[in-house]
């Protein structure tokens, strides 16, 4: 086993020559942003790899759910969940929408749709659940709920690049998705991110919002924000996109052998795909209940001694950070609130060594009181 520290993800990158060989012809053109055709090569490559007609590319995830919130025109309150990163909730509140949080499922802690129709009331414009650690949500049963009540439902997809149902991918659910390029995700453009929508009305909306509201030479018709890909994070998705199934293929290997250690241990949860779902193997989570009889901070400790970072994905609860203290209350939702007190997220990515999984299972294993 290495001694350097295990840390809990590790971007993935293509070798040089290639990043090399994909940024070239920048030196030609001396195009570096504002939709070169780096940008436009990968627009089209990931239309095919998600099966989707309408993309638009961002600098970033979260700029990319702030955007299409307002090419949408949402106002009012959006129903959403707390168990998510601070940037779903950031992104509705800084759009001066209210979150109205409804609680998560145990199993997948994806937005409970149960949970969902008593919040509705005549100011709910849109749904906004997120596919947390890649688990897809009950898309049918959500869709259902908007449609009939006339809502937006627009999906937080950003951990679930490369996730299908079926032969369907997770870019294909509601009025809109968006995706996460961020260099810890499983497919990074280092910094990046893109909308997925169903309207193809929303296509020179979203592309005008993120380049200042500019609809054409000397028009500017919205004032929107700056949010565009640049040709460099365009070149390094064109190379991960050719390499990523073969990581998803290797990270999948890396969670079978954690599960092979964790799964069905007396007070340990962990999250395995549903029958007909491909996962894209984002995360490890692992939920210590009691009864496994130490706790999360427990076996976080233990593995730090170590030198093993994992992460507590997702805590605080969003209703619980400092910014939002007094405005919303977390025992509306103790579902999120019980898991995001014993979750843990193992060290998960495609070279991660088995022999570490298997130290890292050791470890925690050794923790329980049973
Ligand atoms: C990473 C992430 C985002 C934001 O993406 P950025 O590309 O980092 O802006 C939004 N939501 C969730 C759930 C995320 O994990």
């Known amino acids: 086993m290495s001694n350097s520290p295990i840390l809990v993800t590790r971007s993935s990158m293509p070798p040089l020559e290639e990043f090399v060989r994909e940024i070239e012809p920048l030196w030609e053109s001396h195009w570096l942003t504002n939709m070169g055709e780096k940008h436009h090569q990968l627009e089209r490559s990931l239309k095919e790899y998600l099966g989707v007609e309408n993309i638009a590319l961002f600098t970033n995830g979260h700029s990319a759910l702030e955007c299409v919130f307002e090419a949408m025109g949402l106002h009012g309150k959006v129903i959403t969940t707390p168990y998510t990163f601070a940037s779903t909730t950031h992104a509705i509140v800084r759009k001066g929408l209210t979150p109205v949080f409804a609680d998560i499922r145990p199993d997948d802690y994806t937005l409970d749709p149960g949970l969902i129709e008593d919040l509705i009331d005549e100011d709910t414009c849109a749904i906004v659940p997120v596919h947390v650690y890649g688990n897809l949500c009950d898309v049918d049963a959500i ?4 449609d009939r009540h006339g809502l937006k439902v627009i999906y937080d997809a950003a951990h679930a690049f ?3 149902r079926g032969d369907v991918s997770s870019a294909s ?7 996460s390029f961020h260099a810890t995700k499983v497919f990074n453009t280092i910094e990046g991110g893109a909308v997925c929508f169903r309207d193809p009305g929303l296509r020179d909306l979203l592309n005008q919002w993120k380049n200042f509201g500019i ?4 028009d500017v018709e919205y004032v929107g924000g700056n949010a565009k890909m640049n040709e460099f994070c365009a070149a390094m998705g ?3 996109l050719r ?8 990270r999948r290997v890396v969670a079978e052998r954690y599960w092979e250690h964790l799964d069905g241990v007396a007070g340990i949860r962990v999250c395995r795909p549903k029958e007909g779902t491909t996962s894209n193997y984002a995360y490890l989570p692992v939920v210590f209940e009691d009864e496994f009889g130490s706790t999360r901070d427990d076996v976080y400790m233990a593995l730090k001694r170590e030198g093993v970072f994992s992460r507590k994905y997702f805590y605080p609860l969003i209703t619980d950070f400092a910014c939002y203290r007094g405005r919303f209350d977390s025992s509306s939702t103790p579902v999120a609130a019980h898991v995001a007190d014993r979750v843990l997220t193992l060290p998960m990515y495609a070279d991660l060594p088995l022999d570490e ?3 890292i299972c050791r470890v925690t294993l050794g923790l329980s009181k049973r």
């Open 143 to 146: 869709q259902d709920i908007a």
């Open 162 to 164: 490369g996730v299908r």
């Open 173 to 179: 659910f509601g009025d809109a998705s968006m995706f």
């Open 215 to 218: 609809t054409g030479p000397e």
């Open 238 to 240: 064109i190379c991960n």
């Open 243 to 250: 390499h990523l199934d073969d990581e998803i293929a290797k």
């Open 357 to 359: 999984v298997d130290h």
